[in-house]
């Protein structure tokens, strides 16, 4: 059985920053192409980033330079790193494990960034 758990969420003050990990068990994240997504109530779910089987890192462009995302293979986790939180950062976070038909997801973990 395949279970992604997410936690490292909570409120934080604009400026401020989080770490997300991704705990994998059932799948090896290192052959998967592994990211973040991130949904509100007023939006559909959008890419935040992901790594590649290679390593290669893709973000979007509203979270380019302030988020790093990484992997630790010998843990068999994912993490997200955020620095120079926005209040628009604030939603519930996803982790995703894909390789080809394959697709997981993990619970969610709620972000809040606000004063």
């Known amino acids: 059985q395949v279970q992604l758990v997410e936690s490292g969420g909570g409120l934080v003050q604009p400026g401020g920053s989080l770490r997300l990990s991704c705990a994998a068990s059932?799948?090896?994240?290192?052959?998967?192409?592994m990211g973040w997504y991130r949904q509100t109530p007023r939006k559909p779910r959008e890419l935040v980033a992901t790594?590649?089987?290679?390593?290669?890192?893709n973000y979007a462009d509203s979270v380019k330079g302030r988020f790093t995302i990484s992997r630790d293979n010998a843990k068999n986790t994912m993490y997200l790193q955020m620095n120079n939180l926005k209040p628009e950062d604030t939603a519930v976070y996803y982790c995703n494990a894909h390789m080809a038909w394959r697709d997981y997801w993990g619970q969610g973990t709620q972000v809040t960034v606000s004063s």
């Open positions: 790594i590649t089987l290679g390593d290669r890192t």
């Open positions: 059932g799948i090896i994240v290192s052959r998967y192409t």
